[in-house]
């Protein structure tokens, strides 16, 4: 009994936690992580970033990912494409959305398969108007593989 009466206060502080992040001037929200099967070497987080006096993403940190850079996908002569950006703006005001299809938080090198309902924590590094760069923490929750589904070229050339 009392062992469930923890697991249910840490699910709770979880939760709070992934809903919203403000450190500084920026705000998080509905961080999420594509999760992964056996095997599957890279995946991504999305979120929504809004800085209220202007800022940029710099670099992402996560401990379940050997690597994680910030990605940009566009389309480019009809292929679905990824490139590693060195910085994302964020302007003043705007919310920003990392989102499937868009940019994202591309974790690579994955330590364990992520699974639904498991809480990934990403370190955003964050550079403000001085450039100094801070960083916020977040706990991004694992969805479905499926869940708000890609086209189908989504890093298949990881
Ligand atoms: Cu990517």
New binding site residues.
């Given amino acids: 009994m009392k062992a469930r009466r923890i697991q249910l206060a840490l699910a709770i502080v979880l939760g709070a936690a992934a809903a919203s992040a403000l450190a500084g001037d920026v705000e998080v929200k509905d961080a999420w992580v594509r999760g992964t099967v056996s095997g599957q070497q ?1 995946t ?1 987080a999305f979120l929504e970033i809004t800085s209220k006096s202007g800022a940029a993403l710099v670099g992402v940190v996560s401990p379940a990912a050997g690597v994680s ?1 910030i ?1 940009e ?1 566009k389309m480019d002569g009809g292929i679905m494409k ?1 490139r ?1 950006v060195e910085r994302l703006a964020l302007p003043a005001g705007t919310p920003v959305h990392l989102a499937p299809g868009g940019y ?3 974790l690579l090198n994955l330590k364990q398969p992520l699974k639904k309902g498991d809480s990934v924590p990403l370190t955003l590094q964050i550079e403000g108007p001085d450039k100094q760069v801070e960083t916020v923490q977040i706990k991004a929750e694992v969805r479905d593989l499926t869940a708000m589904a890609a086209p189908a070229s ?2 298949q050339h ?1």
């Fill in positions: 890279a991504g850079e990605h996908m990824m590693a994202h938080v591309m989504d890093h990881h």
